[in-house]
């Protein structure tokens, strides 16, 4: 079709004035996405109970690790006393497979502070850990008696992930103040921590998240009162809840935890941010366990490092 060469002229000048007229912003190439999508596959309270189900759960891990972008893999505490290595390897053996799934953190749990009866055994048996383990431990709540964190203990740390900063909390429980083990620390309350921890948080990060071995009933006040604070989950631990969908209170904030000791569970949930106003706001979420048994096939990496614990005590599994 031939248009009018006059017509023509005329669009083309009413397209450059309405082109002028749009910020230059909106055809600029975004430093970050629009949307950030997020993986968050989380575990807690193992306590040492049937080692092979580490091996499973790397199966899992490695699968979703090959689906999806970004993913982070985080742990809420009690790794190992009361199972039936407890005395024997003291954690060992599970923070020597976490290193080998290449877990982002953990949070200290109640029970990693009575491993052993003795307070000097028992700090050593918990500093063995922090040092073993490849990755940040975190604790804010609970400080050596001169007020300072743990040694080898992070408050918090940042991860960056496609240029956006994802802020992680870590709190454990009250529970440990009644330990004898536990007698040369100060343990504080895990709401009032946080609340003077997410400030300097949200500076130094676009997105803030919380690792709680607190228990439910204190993640449920952290959902009331921290409403509006910028933190957009927390991954619970201590009380051995099977939470298959993320639980709410009034504050709006998601809760999850994956059952725990011979509720084996692998928790993941999938989160959904959009920048609104330069702030990473959430807006939607997907969370689910897989459940841990036989019909999960071993990942041979991670079996290989339970194997050789085990050999140690009685044959490794066939």
Partial sequence: MNIPKKRFTFITLIWLLVSMMIPVGVFAEQTQPQVFKLTVIHTNDFHDYEPYALARKATIIKKIRAEVENVLLVDAGDIYTRGPYHKIFYG????????????????????????????????????????????????????????????????????????????????????????????????EEPLTTVKELIPQVRKESDIQLLLSHAGLSVDVQMDMQLAGSGLSLIIGADDHYVIQQPIYRTGGIPIVQAGGENNIYLGRIDLTYEKRDGQWVLVSEHGMLYPINDKVPMDLDIKKIIDGYLAKVQRPAA
């Fill in 92 to 187: 060992e053996m599970e923070m020597a497979a976490y290193n080998g799934m290449n877990y982002d953190a953990w949070e200290l749990g109640n029970n990693e502070f009575k491993g052993h009866p003795d307070q000097i055994i028992s700090d050593q048996k918990l500093y063995n850990l922090i040092d073993q383990a490849n990755f940040p431990t975190l604790c804010s709540n609970i400080k050596t008696m001169n007020g300072e964190y743990l040694p080898g203990v992070k408050p918090y740390i940042i991860k960056s992930i496609q240029d956006v900063k994802v802020g992680i909390i870590g709190v454990s429980s009250t529970k440990v103040r009644g330990y004898s083990q536990a007698s040369n620390k100060i343990v």
